[in-house]
């Protein structure tokens, strides 16, 4: 659930841009002009455009904030949702640890980098994650989803005798 009040205001140093919302048809590139900036805004336009399917355009957009160094939890967050969207798990993990230190209670982020290291076929600590976000959110059943088809493919290359982590080789 989005909370308003862990979106970063703009400060008296902060110089940024306001996002038009217009891309470029050849290069999908944003389209940013005026000096004053409405980070609740350009937040929620980086909501939008991830929530369009337009995961590396809402990358650049929160790529800003922290650049000029307002990355709080919100903005961490769909910084990890749109990385691992654009199929950049590395980089998406990067965003949920940084949200897990700064919020160790954060369900969305044990569940966010449990993906993560599902994804990269890290699959005893994505086991680990993912049975946390469970442990605090029982109700989501995603969650619960998740947690277990991990089990089963640690399950599975157990008793086949196959290495926990990393690829298959062929046989």
């Not at 929160?62 to 160094?69: I, K, N, T």
């Not at 980089?91 to 982020?109: H, K």
């Not at 569940?111 to 005893?124: D, P």
């Amino acid at each position: 659930m989005f909370d308003a009040s862990s979106v970063p205001r703009r400060s008296e140093s902060t110089t940024g841009m306001r996002l038009l919302g217009v891309m470029c048809e050849d290069d999908a590139e944003l389209i940013c002009s005026e000096p004053e900036t409405n980070l609740y805004e350009l937040f929620q336009e980086a909501r939008q455009l991830l929530e369009s399917g337009r995961a590396e355009a809402a990358i650049r957009v929160l790529e800003r904030f922290v650049l000029e160094g307002e990355s709080g939890q919100a903005v961490l967050e769909l910084l990890g949702r749109a990385r691992f969207n654009a199929g950049r798990y590395g980089e998406a993990l990067d965003a949920f640890q940084r949200l897990l230190d700064m919020a160790p209670d954060d369900d969305y982020a044990h569940f966010g980098l449990g993906m993560c290291l599902w994804y990269r076929q890290e699959f005893l600590q994505a086991r680990d994650h993912l049975a946390m976000a469970f442990v605090m959110r029982p109700d989501k059943p995603e969650y619960s989803k998740a947690l277990t088809q991990v089990k089963a493919t640690l399950l599975a290359r157990l008793l086949d005798g196959l290495p926990m982590t990393g690829p298959l080789e062929p046989r």
